[in-house]
Every structure is written in structure tokens, then in C-alpha cells.
């Protein structure tokens, strides 16, 4: 039932994978008794999840913790961040980005984005560079990788850090680098919506074995060891359930991305057919995971009316994100209001994200294609 209309298909914007792997992983920890685990390396199940992501992600760290805004969190702290410090963002992206940047008592800076691929614009970053500038976050946003040559040259200019929120790119690449392998460390989440899922869970990937040991302290209240704090954490451990749930996850991450991979190709296959409706821009030198589909329309009633009679088809189609941060009531109160970042504004009012997940028949992603064009044509 959506909006009060009985349909015959659902088809909903993002769906895990999740079988009896699974459930065999989860088993063996509640039969273990080992839930959880207060030591700063984690339990058997956090450890094992680690390396398996760490490897695939080719970094030579990776560290566990119970959210994608935990991750963001936990690397912020690690930088220490400090009252006053500023960090570079895009409005573009969900609230969290920024968020973690206020918990910290930081200033986010917000940059605009480049309306081709829905990243942060490089150009604009570099405008917003100030004697606070401690770090910029750029977001692969929707599974496209950020260009993160071009940001990483900015922050070696001015001696400032990168720390990739790659919460959706979890498989994406960048001139054959994976993202979160890229800055100086990158941040994933596994919500249920995401490539993979762990329930709730978040992984933070490095090749710095000094922010590797110090993330680990971290998220345990800066235990060194089991009550012996030597700097400021947080509780925010994965629970070894959740890691379990990783682990199965791992065995099938790259079916899914190869799924998610045909998919948006019969989808593009069949919009391309359409004047009417912008397609994702992938650049040459990025892989795309295709967590969202995202296109993008003239303008905001025309985006409104394709998502109200996919969604009266049984489609999912949503917009992310359909206010910029800096709109938000928290951040006008704060003073951020009266910004101008024009393609953030423009991307709010007129994109639209379809479903392309792994779970999808070929029957399903042609239906969902037909159906936008059809939308196209009543509106």
C-alpha cells in the first residue's frame, strides 16, 4: 500500500541481499556468547570483518564501528579536531557529513558542487580555503567517486587533511583506486539501503597505522586497554552480530556490484532514448557502484510528476536529497541561510533517483525504464 493505493508490485529504491549465510554467521555468535567486545581490537567477528573489507578495499587498515556517521565522527576526532577548526564540505549530501563537523564544535564550510556528476566542486573548494581549514570531505555522492586528484593536490598546497565520505561508494573506483583507499581515510556505512549491510555499522579504511591505532581507542572511550583511558572516545563499536552479518556480506559484494553494474545499463540502454530526462555522467577514469541512479529533469514540476506516476506504478523513485544542508532549520539558525551555491540548489529541485539494486529482474529494470518514459510523455 503506497499513499493509499493498492499495488499489484512494489519495487522498493534500495533492497538487501540477505539469505541463510547470513543467518549461519549470526547463529555462530550467539552460540559463541561473545556479543560484543570492550578491547580496542575489537572481537573475533569485528577483526575477521576488518580484514576481509580492509583487503578489498586495498588499504592496509580498516576499523569497525556501529554507524557510517560513527566513522565520520571517529576520523574527525582522530584529526582532533578542535572549536573553531573549519572543514570543507558540499551541501549536496546527507545531513550527517555536516553534522559530525558541529558534534566536533568545528564550522562546516559548505562548497558548492559540479552539476555533471553531483560532487564537490573542486574549483569552489579551493575558494573556500581559510587559515581554519583543517580538512575537506568530499562525498562520492550516490556510489560516483569525488575527483580526488584534483582535491588532493588542494590539500597538499595548504597542509590540510581529506577524509573521503565514501558511506556509497563501497566498490567504486577512481583511475583504478578504490574509494576510501584515497585521502587520508575513508568512511562507509552499512545501513540496510547501502551496497552491503550490517544492520547498522560503519567501517573507516587508512594506510596510517598511527590514525589505525588511535581510531581503535577511540571507539572503545580511548581504552589503550580495558579500563586504562589515554585519550578522548566514544562508545561506538560494532557489536560482533553485526559483524557477522559483514562477513556474509563480503562473499557476495562483488555479484552485487556486477548486478548493479547491468542494471543501470539496460536502464541507461532505454532512457537514452529520451531528450527529455539527464543521465548520469560517469567520467573515462571512474567505476561506478551504482547505489542510486540519479537523473535529473528540466526542471522541478516536470521531476515531480515522473516521481508521482512512477511511484503510482509501484516505483520507489526518490529525491535525494530534496533540501540542501545549508537549508535545514538547524543550519538557518546558525546562519547559513542566506548562502548561495546555485547547481546544489538546482540539483535539489530537479533530480530523481530510480532503483538499480542487485535484487532486480531484467523484466523490473525494463518496466521501470518504460515507466519513466511514459512519465515523460504525460508531463
Known sequence: MVSGVSLVRWIPINKPTLDASEEREVLEVLRSGILTSPAPEGGPKVREFERLFSRFIGVKYAIAVN??????????????????????????????????????????????????????DPCDVERKISEKTKAIIPVHLYGLPADMDEILKISREHGIYVVEDACQAHGSKYRGRMAGSIGDMGCFSFYPSKII?????????????????????????????VYETVILGHNLRMPEICAAIGIAQMRKINKILELRRRNAKILTEILEKSDKIILPHVPEDR?????????RFENEKIRNKVQEYLRSKGIDARVFYPKPIHQNPLYIKLGYGNIKLPNTEEACRTVLSLPVHQNLTVDEVEYIGRCVLEALKNA
Open 287 to 295: 567505476e561506478h557502484n551504482w547505489y542510486l541512479y540519479t537523473v
Open 67 to 120: 554507524s557510517g556517521t560513527a566513522a565520520l565522527y571517529a576520523s574527525l576526532l582522530a584529526l582532533d579536531l578542535k572549536p573553531g577548526d573549519e572543514v570543507i564540505v558540499p551541501s549536496f549530501t546527507f545531513i550527517a557529513t555536516a553534522n559530525v563537523v558541529l558534534l566536533l564544535g568545528a564550522k562546516p564550510v559548505f562548497a558548492d558542487i559540479d552539476l555533471d556528476t553531483y560532487n564537490i
Open 197 to 225: 549491510t550490517t544492520g547498522e555499522g560503519g567501517m573507516i579504511t587508512t594506510n596510517n597505522g598511527v590514525l589505525a591505532e588511535k581510531l581503535k581507542m577511540i571507539r572503545t572511550h580511548g581504552q589503550s586497554k
